[in-house]
C-alpha cells in the first residue's frame, strides 16, 4: 500500500495570505495525485488533479505542482471560504488508492 | 449533472451487517468507463476508500476490508449498494459514494454522506 503523508497537520493562516500544502507518498506516483477540500458537513470537492490540472470551476489561486513522491498544493490570497481541511490522494496504484491523512487551514 | 445519494440505516448493531445504497442521477450508471465507489470516514479523521465497481467490468476492494466487504450494482434502479459484515465500533464513520471518470481518474462526484453508527 502507498502511505501519502501531509504535512503539516494544521497551518494557521491569516486571511490574504498564502498557504503552502505538502504531500510526500512512501513510493512514485508519477502525476497520479489529487487534491480535495472538505468543510465541516460536507463531502470533498476535487480541487487539482494529475498533480497540477484545476478540476472545473475552481479558482486560479489554488495551484498544484510536484511529481513522483513529493507534491504541494499552493493557495494564494486565502479567503474565507478556504478555510477548510485538504486531503491529497493518489491514484496511480490501482487498483488500490490512498489518501493522505489531511491539512487543516485554519484562520491566524 | 450528476447526483449521488446515499441511504440506509443510521445505527446498525454489533456484529451484524450494514448495508447502503447510493442512488445516481443525471446519468446512466452503465453507461460509460466511469468507476462508483465506497469512501467512509470516522469522525474527525482521514479518508478511506472502501471499494468500487465497473458495470460489466468488475469489482475491486481495499485488501484490508476484503474479507468484509461487498458492492454490488441494480442498473434498472440506476443504484449501487454496499455491504460490510461483522461490524464493530471501529466501522462508525460517514459513508460516502462516489464516481471515477475512469482508470486513472480522481473521483469527481460524491454523495453527502451518511453517517453510520455501530452500537447496540
Known amino acids: 500500500e502507498i502511505v501519502m503523508t501531509q504535512s503539516p497537520a494544521t497551518l494557521s493562516v491569516s486571511p490574504g495570505d498564502g498557504a503552502t500544502l505538502s504531500c510526500r507518498a512512501s513510493?512514485?506516483?508519477?502525476?497520479?495525485l489529487a487534491w480535495y477540500q472538505q468543510k465541516p458537513g460536507q463531502a470533498p470537492r476535487l480541487l487539482i488533479y494529475?498533480?497540477?490540472t484545476r478540476a472545473t470551476g475552481i479558482p486560479v489561486r489554488f495551484s498544484g505542482s510536484g511529481s513522483g513522491t513529493e507534491f504541494t498544493l499552493t493557495i494564494s490570497g486565502l479567503q474565507s471560504e478556504d478555510f477548510a481541511v485538504y486531503f491529497c490522494?493518489?491514484?496511480?496504484?490501482?487498483?488500490?488508492?490512498?489518501f493522505g491523512g489531511g491539512t487543516k487551514v485554519e484562520i491566524k | 449533472q450528476v447526483q449521488l445519494q446515499e441511504s440506509g440505516p443510521g445505527l446498525v448493531k454489533p456484529s451484524q451487517t450494514l448495508s447502503l445504497t447510493c442512488s445516481v442521477s443525471?446519468?446512466?450508471?452503465?453507461?460509460?468507463?466511469?468507476?462508483w465507489s465506497w469512501i467512509r470516514q470516522p469522525a474527525g479523521k482521514g479518508l478511506e476508500w472502501i471499494g468500487r465497481?465497473?458495470?460489466?467490468?468488475?469489482?475491486n476492494y481495499n485488501p484490508s476490508l476484503k474479507s468484509r466487504v461487498s458492492i454490488s450494482v441494480d442498473t434498472s434502479k440506476n443504484q449501487f449498494f454496499l455491504r460490510l459484515s461483522s461490524v464493530t465500533a471501529a466501522d462508525t464513520a460517514v459513508y460516502y459514494c462516489?464516481?471515477?471518470?475512469?482508470?486513472?481518474?480522481?473521483?469527481?462526484?460524491w454523495g453527502q454522506g451518511t453517517l453510520v453508527t455501530v452500537s447496540s
Open positions: 462516489a464516481r471515477e471518470s475512469g482508470y486513472w481518474f480522481p473521483f469527481d462526484y
Open positions: 490522494q493518489q491514484y496511480d496504484n490501482w487498483p488500490s488508492l490512498t
Open positions: 494529475g498533480a497540477s
Open positions: 465497481v465497473l458495470v460489466g467490468g468488475g469489482i
Open positions: 513510493q512514485s506516483v508519477s502525476y497520479n
Open positions: 443525471g446519468g446512466s450508471i452503465s453507461r460509460g468507463s466511469y468507476y
